[in-house]
């Protein structure tokens, strides 16, 4: 069974850093395109980033371009994104979720809520 | 940006019946189109993907179809689960983008 776990999410002051984690098991995660979105309180969704299987490609929405880092360890099964310069709008719950076919994403972890 | 709208914002349908929800492209994005399923408090739960195939363990009624820039999602036989926000997303273009959401209502 796919299980994606997050962690990390906190309450920041504006302009720190976070720095969140997603422990993935119950699949070759190394095989696996991965991604973030987020979801501020009562809004819909909205793509953070994604990273390819290899990390060869990296990709990040416009808000969070040159403040955000998305990365992975295939040897540790695990995604991160590296907040900073947070901003009050970067308030929401964070995603985790497993890229299916091209960048669909397949599973998705429970969230973690960053609050600044 | 490939902006994705849905309508209705919010859809009551009867139990039974059948909910049609629809999602629009402001560009081309092939078949290259998911829908989503979001309950309160839940994490989002892949419907769709490639516009029409059913994700695993994803229940008969739920279906979908079109290409290029206009996309249906049909329950065809609502039941009182199926109460949710639902969404759409296109993964054919970076930015990846989510439509503003359906919410379904049982009457």
């Known amino acids: 069974e796919v299980q994606l776990v997050e962690s990390g999410g906190n309450l920041v002051e504006p302009g720190g850093s976070l720095r969140l984690s997603c422990a993935a098991s119950?699949?070759?995660?190394?095989?696996?395109?991965m991604g973030w979105v987020r979801q501020a309180p009562g809004k819909g969704l909205e793509w953070v980033s994604a990273?390819?299987?290899?990390?060869?490609?990296?990709q990040y929405a416009a808000s969070v371009k040159g403040r955000f880092i998305i990365s992975r360890d295939n040897s540790e099964n695990t995604l991160f994104l590296q907040m900073n310069s947070l901003r009050a709008d970067d308030t929401a719950v964070y995603f985790c979720?497993?890229?299916?076919?091209?960048?669909?994403?397949?599973?998705w972890g429970q969230g973690t809520l960053v609050t600044v | 940006e490939i902006v994705m709208t849905q309508s209705p914002a919010t859809l009551s349908v009867s139990p039974g019946e059948r909910a049609t929800l629809s999602c629009r492209a402001s560009?081309?994005?092939?078949?290259?189109l998911g829908w989503y399923q979001q309950k309160p408090g839940q994490a989002p739960r892949l419907l769709i993907y490639?516009?029409?195939t059913r994700a695993t363990g994803i229940p008969a009624r739920f279906s979908g179809s079109g290409s290029g820039t206009e996309f249906t999602l049909t329950i065809s036989s609502l039941q009182s689960d199926d109460s949710a926000n639902y969404y759409c997303?296109?993964?054919?273009?970076?930015?990846?983008?989510f439509g503003g959401g359906t919410k379904v209502e049982i009457k």
């Open positions: 979720a497993k890229g299916l076919v091209g960048y669909s994403f397949g599973s």
């Open positions: 119950g699949f070759t995660f190394s095989t696996n395109a």
């Open positions: 990273i390819g299987a290899d990390s060869g490609e990296i």
């Open positions: 560009f081309s994005v092939s078949t290259n």
């Open positions: 490639g516009a029409s």
């Open positions: 997303q296109q993964y054919n273009n970076w930015p990846l983008t």
